[in-house]
């Protein structure tokens, strides 16, 4: 019988999408006020993959990501997920020009994957608590992230791949 132990602490990821990018820097704010200072920050790059946000976010979307310093554990992401809800809700009562003006995907890197958090079921998707579930989006084979099935588009895309690249790197030199 295998005996449990503590999961290895991960690299925070948040990915930011608005259409305002005064609204990326006041949630970045927000979120280092949470947990901790940003280790690496991507471009801010335009976010053509879908429409799929435009009905509530508007046009001309940007993305961004930060990774975080502050290493955490795994089982927190849950939370983290219920937490940057708040703070999209918060920031869509400050600025009521659409329904969403911001969106916070979060997840973590370790040195096998990338894993986000949502709020939806799927078939590919691991429920952990208070109506939370993960996903694998990215794994680590062969020397570089690999896109799975079910990744979303903008995700195999190899600006991002690249960054996570970046982000898993620092993540196993601070081990």
């Known amino acids: 019988m295998a005996t449990p132990t503590s999961p290895e602490r991960v690299t925070l990821v948040v990915a930011m999408l608005s259409g305002r990018p005064g609204l990326l820097d006041k949630a970045e704010a927000e979120l280092v006020g949470l947990y901790g200072p940003v280790d690496l920050r991507s471009p801010t790059v335009d976010f053509n993959f879908t429409g799929y946000y435009q009905p509530e976010m ?5 993305r961004k990501f930060l990774s975080f310093a502050n290493r955490i554990d795994p089982g927190e992401l849950a939370a ?3 937490k940057t809800n708040e703070i999209e809700e918060q920031i869509a ?3 009521a020009s659409m329904p969403r003006p911001v969106n916070l995907e979060r ?8 894993v986000l958090a949502s709020a939806k079921d799927h078939a590919h998707r691991i429920y952990l608590c208070r109506g939370i579930y993960a996903e694998v989006t990215l794994m680590f084979r062969k020397g570089r992230f690999v896109p799975l099935e079910t990744t979303y588009p903008d995700y195999r895309s190899p600006s991002y791949i690249e960054f996570f690249t970046r ?3 620092r993540h196993l030199s601070s081990r």
């Open 93 to 95: 009562r400050e600025d």
């Open 80 to 82: 983290m997920k219920l």
């Open 107 to 114: 997840g973590y890197v370790c040195g096998s994957k990338l």
């Open 58 to 62: 508007g046009p001309n979307l940007k």
């Open 167 to 169: 982000v898993r790197q």
